[in-house]
Every structure is written in structure tokens, then in C-alpha cells.
């Protein structure tokens, strides 16, 4: 019988090619607002929407092998320029909903399970214009350790710190040639993420093949966190 895999946001981006890379191997649960470009996959869709409900827990299988929560934010602007309602807002998606998601089904996790959350570079890099962003996920990497610490060894908990990857999330970051040769610039392996790029390693991490990885912030960043090319 297939292990059961749930992700929260799953129907587009990062979590989409995830969906696809799991399908073959996992019976894949999504709980998502919508399906998107999930349609005719064979996937258990849950509508959820992480900042407002409650996971129904009757729609869960009674073990969960993997869990991976999705949902993030990009609000890149001068401190100034946030007001206190966006650091709440993201701090609500970014953590407090995965926290709420994690207490529902933490009871479910099956023994030698995985979880997996999703940072951004800037936590670990400081970077201008991330103030609400970087301490949202801030908090996760934090809630990372402390969680893997504590549900070790019955539950692995990691958390992956990408750079700037080519999703709907961050479209108006490179909506344009100039701005895509910018951004690829900046890394020194000269271009920015996709996708997949994040995907293969999330799915590697949710996978029996990991079973000696917990409490990690692992960036995949095109070097941007460790290396200085330029």
C-alpha cells in the first residue's frame, strides 16, 4: 500500500511540481483553496484556506508518511513602507496557519514520518527589503529545530531556504528581460530558481531516502547564501 503524503498549497508552483513528482510513488493528499492546475491529476483535494479554516480531519487518511505546508508571501518593500497589519498578515500565513495546520495532524504523523516547511535566503542573509518576509520565516526555521528536537526520532522535520525562484509568487520580480538578467546576476551560478529546482529537493526530503536528515535549513540558492562570485 502507498504512504500517504499531505500537502498544504499544492496546486501551482513549488507544491505543483511536487504533487507531480509524488504521484507516482505516494498517495498524495492537497489541501489547497482551489485546484488550479491540479485537475484531472489524481490527487484527494481538501478546499482549505490555510489563514481561515480548520483542517477537516475526516478528510485525512488515519497515517500521514510526509507533510509539507506551501503557503508563503513575498512583500518586499522599504520598513517604511510596511505597516503592522503586513507583518501580521504574513506572519499569520507564513506561521501561525502552519502551527495550526501542525496541531491538527501531528496526532496522524506514522512512525519515521517527515515534515517539511519552506524559509526564503534572506532569514540567514540579511537583505534589504525583507524585513517582514525574513521574520516570518524566521520563525519557521526556529519552530524547525525546536520541533525536530523534540518529536526525534519518530518524526524528521526540515525546512528548505530558497532564493528567488520563477513562480506566480514572484512574477512581478521578473516581469521583464532586464529584471530576469538582474536577478540571474545575482547568483553565482547565474540564474535564478525554478520550480523544480525546489521541488526535487522537497520531495527527497519527504522520502524514505532521507531518513537521516532532521532539524536542517537547507538553502538551494544558486550559491547566493554561502559564495561571493562577483
Not at 490527487?43 to 510526509?66: C, K, M, R, Y
Request: proline share 3%; hydrophobic share 40%.
Amino acid at each position: 500500500m502507498k504512504k500517504n503524503i499531505l500537502l498544504v498549497g499544492g496546486s501551482h508552483g513549488i507544491g505543483f511540481e511536487m504533487v507531480k513528482s509524488l504521484l507516482e510513488n505516494y498517495t498524495v493528499y492537497v489541501a489547497s483553496r482551489t485546484k488550479n492546475e491540479l485537475g484531472d491529476l489524481n490527487v484527494n483535494h481538501i478546499t482549505f484556506d490555510a489563514t481561515t479554516d480548520n483542517l477537516n480531519e475526516s478528510q485525512l487518511p488515519n497515517e500521514i508518511h510526509g507533510f509539507a505546508y506551501c503557503p508563503g508571501s513575498i512583500n518586499l518593500k522599504p520598513f517604511k513602507m510596511l505597516s503592522l497589519d503586513t507583518f501580521k498578515d504574513d506572519m499569520n500565513l507564513n506561521f501561525f496557519s502552519l502551527v495550526n495546520v501542525v496541531k491538527t495532524i501531528i496526532p496522524k504523523m506514522a512512525e519515521d514520518s517527515s515534515m517539511l516547511f519552506f524559509s526564503t535566503v534572506a532569514v540567514g542573509t540579511g537583505m534589504p527589503f525583507h524585513t517582514s518576509v525574513a521574520a516570518a520565516k524566521g520563525a519557521i526555521e526556529g519552530f524547525t529545530k525546536a520541533m525536530a528536537a523534540e518529536y526525534a526520532p519518530k518524526i524528521r522535520v526540515n525546512t528548505i531556504a530558497p532564493s528567488l525562484v520563477e513562480t506566480e509568487l514572484a512574477k512581478r520580480l521578473l516581469n521583464n528581460d532586464r529584471k530576469k538578467e538582474l536577478m540571474s546576476e545575482r547568483h553565482p551560478l547565474k540564474r535564478f530558481g525554478n520550480a523544480l529546482d525546489i521541488a526535487n529537493l522537497a520531495v527527497f526530503l519527504l522520502s524514505e531516502k532521507s531518513t537521516w536528515i532532521t532539524g536542517q535549513v537547507i538553502g538551494v540558492d544558486g550559491g547566493i547564501s554561502t559564495l561571493n562570485v562577483n
